[in-house]
């Protein structure tokens, strides 16, 4: 059986989890950061569909639905937000002053502050564990 | 033109994450295990490669004084393979632009040339140091680009802050 990492000692199946337990002098001040973002004023339910669309587009693994920005039951406050997320996602410098004033005619600074550092904690992860993982062409992972 | 106006320290308005941040930043930075040097180039590549003004501008002293001068700064480019850079500075620079282009596409080659210099641990902590890097950078870009600034040289990010 090979393990789901190239790097030595990552053995299990949760890539990022097992990495980050080589080095808890990280590993405990990112769960912090990340259970303080998920505390703050955003609702945990948005929080997860951002770091949904943010992992599918970045092609990890999701579990769950994968938000659609033009669905139709969102409303203009979640749409704003995951619009927000998935530009993060594929390049910031699409983010113009029309989705920034969408988003706050919405969230609160507050919101926006907590929204932002989410989606790079996101992207953060999700590139991690692509990096980290082996590759499938590399046989039973 | 914008209807709302966002402040530069517009992440101080949620604290408690801000601070963990850079509780977290701190002591991958000064408390790591990779030297600063490493790390420093890994950031300043996904700066020029993410396109954030400020972090291009930005040097970290602790990296300048392990010897990152500027002329080797320089040599972070697209040329940088034929560059007199050192093989350590190509392997992480060839790392972070599989991160930030396409993270599935690390090469067996690169995962050995990554082990030769780093320990698993070290692996790691570059790693998330790179995602920590591009993640930031692109809040940067995302809440309005800044305009282009000269260097800088600041403090390393420590934890406590000095």
């Known amino acids: 059986m090979t393990s789901a990492s190239w790097v030595p000692g990552v053995e299990g199946k949760r890539v990022v989890d097992d990495a980050l337990a080589l080095r808890p002098d990280l590993e405990g001040p990112l769960d912090d950061l990340r259970t303080t973002i998920r505390n703050g004023p955003v609702e945990p339910e948005l929080l997860d569909a951002c770091d949904a669309l943010i992992r599918h587009r970045l092609g990890v693994p999701v579990k769950g639905p994968i938000p659609d920005t033009g669905a139709a039951d969102l409303d203009d406050r979640q749409r704003a937000v995951l619009v927000l997320a998935e530009q993060f996602v594929i390049d910031p410098h699409g983010i113009d002053s029309a989705m920034r004033d969408a988003l706050l005619d919405h969230c609160s600074l507050a919101e926006l502050a907590t929204l932002v550092q989410a989606c790079a904690v996101f992207d953060a992860l999700a590139r991690m564990e692509a990096v980290l993982s082996r590759p499938a062409s590399d046989g039973d992972a | ?162």
């Open chain 2, 1 to 162: 033109m914008a209807r709302h106006r966002i402040p530069p320290d517009v992440l101080d308005q949620n604290p408690d994450a801000a601070a963990a941040f850079w509780r977290l930043y701190g002591i991958l930075w000064s408390h790591g295990t990779v030297d600063q040097p490493t790390k420093e180039v890994a950031r300043l590549r996904n700066a020029r490669t993410t396109g954030c003004n400020y972090c291009k501008a930005v040097r970290f002293e602790g990296a300048r004084e392990a010897g990152l001068t500027e002329n080797r700064v320089d040599l972070i480019d697209d040329d940088y393979r034929s560059s007199a850079l050192a093989e350590r500075d190509k392997v992480v620079i060839a790392y972070v632009d599989t991160m930030l282009h396409d993270p599935h596409a690390l090469t067996p080659a690169q995962r050995e040339a990554l082990l030769s210099e780093l320990d698993a641990g070290q692996v790691v902590e570059l790693t998330l140091g790179i995602g920590l890097f591009h993640g930031f950078s692109k809040i940067a870009v995302a809440l309005g680009p800044p305009p282009d600034m000269p260097t800088m040289v600041v403090p390393t990010p420590d934890w406590p802050p000095r």
